[in-house]
């Protein structure tokens, strides 16, 4: 509470950076916490995004938090649950009535034992879903790959259920510009920002992605653009990116200059790499580390060696 106190009163110092809430945690304590404290000041504050996990039983990551707030009454504000892999279709109407937001993170969730993504079925059901990047380290940091992700999972499951009954498709149900829209306006409608951001409209913020469609990737944008971005565009075809009007990256600039406008990168690499180096020389043997990290982290979300398998 101390340093959420001292945020709210420095402030951020950007008008495009605005003040939120994770509110991860489990038990009773907590629950008492954000009824109590946290919840009364985030609002006093004006504080209005919230996020928190609800994942699966077997990851030990909030599986029921959506019942659990409910049952306390706290779901009396928006807040942005991610991933709900395990999200039952009572906690699901729950979070709708409540005007609350998803955000799926499918490539990380399909990676780690998280359970299946929801983007669509939710999608399908009403709710505010927009998709997300989680855990940038390990999968990718950029929509493309989850668009496509997200698409052809969903695309996957419904085709094997008519592959079951010896049947196939004559059209593909799901649409690029369904994971398209998750991509751009879903995230907006999550926190409750479409009256700002998402879309191109006027009086909205000029958020916005330039790509080359003249790149190999992109020469079929000119008959389906939203196709050829979901399922052909990567970093690469990106041109030019614009945060709230301002130019933050340009492929138009000299190599020197580089491709961001407010970010030195190439001295960015240099701190980077030196760290990692400072990483390296305290470690002697990497996978044991490695190893022993991976083990620290499963005892703090419970996972035992009867859960966790070697083999499979």
């Known amino acids: 509470m101390n340093q959420l106190r001292r945020l709210v009163k420095e402030g951020t110092g950007s008008d495009r950076v605005t003040l939120g809430l994770a509110i991860d945690g489990l038990g009773e304590p907590f629950y008492r916490e954000l009824k109590d404290d946290l919840f009364p000041f985030a609002k006093e504050s004006g504080i ?5 996990h609800t994942v699966s039983k077997l990851s030990g990551i909030g599986p029921d938090t959506i019942s659990q707030l409910a049952e306390r009454g ?17 906690e699901r109407e729950k979070l709708i009535d409540a005007e609350c937001g998803i955000s799926s993170t499918p490539e990380i969730e399909l990676h780690m034992p998280l359970g299946n993504p929801v983007a669509l079925t939710a999608d399908d059901a009403g709710a505010r879903v927009g998709l997300g990047v989680d855990c940038s380290s390990v999968v990718s940091g950029e929509m493309f790959s989850v668009m496509r992700s997200a698409l052809q999972y969903q695309r996957g499951v419904e085709n094997d259920k008519l592959h079951a009954q010896g049947k196939i498709p004559k059209h593909l149900k799901r649409k690029a510009g369904d994971v398209f829209r998750m991509a751009t306006m879903g995230g907006a409608r999550a ?3 479409e009256h700002l951001i998402g879309s191109v409209e006027v009086g909205k913020r000029a958020d916005l992605v330039l790509i080359n469609t003249l790149t190999p990737a992109m020469l079929g944008a000119e008959r389906d653009p939203v196709q050829a971005i979901v399922m052909h565009a990567s970093v690469s075809d990106v041109e030019m990116v614009l945060v709230d009007g301002e130019v933050v990256v340009d492929k138009t600039r000299s190599v020197s200059e580089g491709a961001f406008t407010r970010v030195k990168w190439t001295e960015e690499v240099k701190r980077v790499r030196e760290s990692l180096r400072r990483i390296k020389a305290r470690i002697s043997d990497w996978n044991t580390a490695e190893e022993a990290g991976y083990t620290k982290i499963r005892n703090i979300i419970g996972l035992t060696n009867e859960v966790c398998v070697e083999k499979y």
């Open 48 to 52: 209005d995004v919230f996020s928190t």
């Open 74 to 90: 706290l779901l009396t504000q928006p807040i942005l649950f991610v991933h709900c892999n395990e999200m039952s279709d009572s």
């Open 191 to 193: 926190i409750h920002r």
